[in-house]
């Protein structure tokens, strides 16, 4: 039987740093030396061991290194631990973002059961507000204390099922600021953490039907939030020939998962509907177009654009931003099998479109083109979609951002800004006419594989042709979905991406 994850609180509040009692005071240091006051003042009390350890060389402030200096009876906190912010004219949220999760990271690792963050004080400024600060402090508290561990009997150094942190400021004015902060960062760090537990249970745990038991589940503990689910027999009353098509070859029938958030107060006029488009592929072998062997245990993730906008609405329905929100999850398992869908197959989407299928494989777009149309038929202004789409995109910006691409310049930056924002980087790649052009079938209106190049471009101008003039933007999260260790922030398995993107888009339309 599987154990909890990890809980974890994350708060801010009026502390006196040198007296606060933690099993760890994290203290964000600027590479290049400078004046630290918090830092001179831990070191006064503790008779010079941080100028010493300095001294010596055993820590320069480099970005994401840390050293730990022990606690006297003249402080509060057992233990200090210095965190690089690296160059100071480098700053910017991300830096604070990671030295959050560097911190906490250890924090786990350490077994403490309280920690206090003292990152930012040197850090705020004009270019930094304490509010901003404290969600992207929350954040990174969340991300960086995350372990996914609930199919081990006994959990790696043994970790303590719980952490309390606290964002600590001296001053009452910032740390209102940033408490008001850290309760945004909060809802979307807990809804972050959420989506990666969802994305990293295995396929034998996740398949359609349990995907859409768990977000029901989740959908019952939030406020604000609706939930409806098309079965096998719905999708083929509503002649959903694309998810059934993917789905056709797994014992696990696929499933059409949607949910709505409903602001609590009144949205203005002008206020867009926003729909969220997630691909919930629990398993994708390849089907006949059958995968290499190596590496397809990965294919758990690509489900990863779904748990994204999963965990997007629960974090927006506990932010609760005056905007109308429609997530939506197509999910199927693709498995080669008797009854198995297969190449040469010509379908017919929910738009009454056809697709001639070219390869089983590239079955992302075959259920997500059905979403986007159920999207555009619920009447939403703007469709984002979110999908592991394409290998061809992960060779283009390798492992450190995702592909942006849509119809819609200002849908774009707007989402650039949310980027931005959130940490979660992607990159504009172009789609259109050119790309549309080798999706043309000579038998069927679309095929669904393009020539050997630009595979993210082409599978983009695929899913375009089902969104007809609604303002529409496809992001391709594979290759940052997950993470297999390396030079990185954050355990290994789902990076929960998404779930900060989407949200900070939607808490920027809300307010137009
Ligand atoms: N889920 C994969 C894409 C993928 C690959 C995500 C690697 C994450 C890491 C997708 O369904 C797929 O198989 N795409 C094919 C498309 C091709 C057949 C046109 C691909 O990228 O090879
Ligand atoms: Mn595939
Ligand atoms: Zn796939």
């Not at 994350?10 to 400078?34: E, I, N, P, Q, R």
């Not at 631990?81 to 350490?110: M, P, Y």
């Amino acid at each position: 039987m599987a154990k909890d994850m990890i809980s974890v609180t994350v708060g801010a509040g009026k502390v006196d740093l040198v007296k606060v009692t933690c099993d760890l005071l994290a203290v964000g240091v600027f590479s290049g030396g400078g004046r630290n006051a918090l830092c001179d003042q831990l070191d006064k009390k503790l008779k010079g061991a941080i100028g010493r350890l300095v001294k010596l060389g055993d820590f320069k402030g480099e970005d994401k290194t840390t050293a730990v200096v022990y606690g006297g009876d003249k402080i509060g906190a057992r233990r200090v631990l210095l965190v690089g912010l690296g160059e100071r004219k480098k700053l910017s949220l991300d830096t604070l973002r990671d030295a959050a999760a560097v911190a906490t990271g250890k924090a786990v690792k350490l077994r403490a059961r309280k920690a206090v963050l003292a990152l930012h004080q040197e850090a705020l400024g004009k270019k930094l507000t304490s509010q901003t600060v404290g969600q992207a402090l929350a954040e990174g508290a969340h991300f960086g204390s995350y372990r996914y561990d609930e199919y081990m009997a006994k959990s790696k150094g043994g970790r303590l099922n719980s952490l309390k942190v606290v964002i600590g400021d001296a001053a009452g004015d910032i740390a209102r600021q940033l408490a008001k902060g850290a309760r945004i960062g909060d809802a979307i760090g807990t809804s972050q953490s959420f989506a990666r537990t969802i994305a990293n249970r295995p396929g034998n745990v996740i398949n359609p039907p349990t995907l859409a038991a768990a977000t029901k589940k989740m959908v019952r503990e939030a406020k604000g939030l609706s939930c409806v689910v098309l079965d096998e027999k719905q999708l083929k009353a509503k002649k959903m020939g694309g998810i059934l098509a993917v789905g056709k070859g797994s014992a696990s029938k696929p499933r059409l998962i949607v949910m709505k958030y409903t602001p609590p107060g009144r949205v203005g006029g002008k206020v867009p509907v926003i729909g969220l488009v997630g691909k919930g592929v629990t398993f994708d072998s390849g089907g006949i177009s059958l995968k290499p062997g190596s590496g397809m245990q990965n294919m758990k993730f690509d489900m990863s654009g779904g748990a994204a906008v999963i965990g997007a609405m629960r974090a927006i329905a506990a932010i609760k931003p005056a905007i109308r929100v429609i997530g939506i999850v197509p999910s199927a398992e693709n498995l080669p099998s008797s009854i198995s869908y297969r190449p040469g197959d010509i379908i017919t989407t929910f738009s009454g479109k056809t697709v001639e299928v070219q390869n089983t494989d590239a079955e992302g777009r075959l259920l997500l083109c059905d979403g986007l149309h159920y999207a555009v038929k619920q009447k939403c202004d703007i469709v984002i979609d979110i999908a592991t789409l394409t290998g061809a995109c992960m060779v283009a910006l390798g492992k450190y951002k995702g592909g942006l691409m849509g119809n819609n310049d200002r849908l774009i930056k707007a989402l650039q800004t949310a980027s931005k924002a959130s940490g979660e980087k992607i990159w504009h790649l172009p789609s259109g006419d050119e790309y549309l052009g080798e999706m043309k079938s000579k038998i069927a209106d679309l095929k669904n594989i393009g020539s050997r190049w630009g595979g993210a471009c082409t599978a983009a101008a695929f899913l375009s042709e089902f969104v007809g003039d609604t303002k529409w933007a496809h992001v391709d999260m594979a290759g940052v979905d997950m993470f297999d260790g390396g030079k990185k922030v954050g355990s290994v398995g789902s990076t929960g991406f998404g779930v900060r993107l989407l949200t900070s888009y939607v808490l920027g339309a809300a307010k137009g």
